[in-house]
């Protein structure tokens, strides 16, 4: 299992590091935006370990960039920026956990666990391109209509097979909290005002995709 930290500050890096070594993760260091970007293009992780406020480029245009060109390796944001809006825009860019700084060294730890068990576990489990579909659309193709993240089309998946919060939390081992966010962010994305009507708004897309001419 590979881990990279991506943390501008040395002590907390190494820090990291040890930690996550001890734990028996091949662990790799960037303290820059640009130089992180690179490196997770190059050489995709199982986890990445990601701060907000980095040299050349912050997490979160780091992140937004990665996702959109398909990247789907579990993130968990690592920051001091604990407010709101930023936990928000975490998510919105494609974060799967977010910690905020100071943080306990062992639930971190447990974090990177699951998100790393996560990871195995859909790559394992990956249907054949059009076999995992929602309402007739496949993930990818959800990605690509909608501007999803890849979390955020399983997730999507999961609120048209009628999934509650509590239930999507407990299918995807994440946070009631971070659950929470993600629905929200597909309802948004989605242009739906309520959960109940994820499943009949993407019936009715895949109805009209299907209707138009080919080639058209």
Do not use: W
Not at 72 to 78: E, G, T
Not at 116 to 138: I, L
Not at 161 to 176: C, D, M, R, T, V
């Amino acid at each position: 299992m590979r881990v990279v930290v991506v943390e501008d500050n040395e002590d907390l890096a190494e820090g990291l590091a040890v930690n996550l070594r001890r734990e028996g993760y091949d662990v790799a260091v960037s303290r820059d935006g640009r130089h992180a970007l690179t490196l997770l293009r190059a050489q995709p992780p199982d986890v990445v370990v990601l701060d907000v406020g980095l040299p050349g480029i912050d997490g979160f245009t780091l992140l937004e960039r990665l996702r959109a060109e398909g990247f789907n390796c579990p993130v968990l944001m690592l920051t001091a920026r604990g407010a709101e809006a930023d936990v928000l825009e975490g998510f919105r860019v494609g974060a799967d956990d977010y910690v905020t700084k100071p943080f306990r060294t062992m639930e971190l730890l447990a974090r990177v666990r699951v998100l790393a068990r996560r990871g195995v576990r859909e790559s394992a489990s990956a249907a054949p391109a059009g076999a995992s579909r929602a309402a007739g659309f496949t993930d990818e193709e959800l990605v690509a209509r909608y501007a999803l993240t890849p979390r955020q089309a399983v997730v999507t998946r999961l609120l048209a097979e009628g999934l509650s919060n509590p239930e999507i939390a407990q299918a995807l081992e994440i946070s009631a909290y971070t659950a929470r966010n993600h629905v929200e962010q597909v309802l948004a994305k989605l242009g739906v005002p309520s959960r109940g009507r994820v499943a009949a708004t993407l019936r009715a897309d895949y109805d009209r995709a299907a209707a138009e001419p080919q080639g058209a």
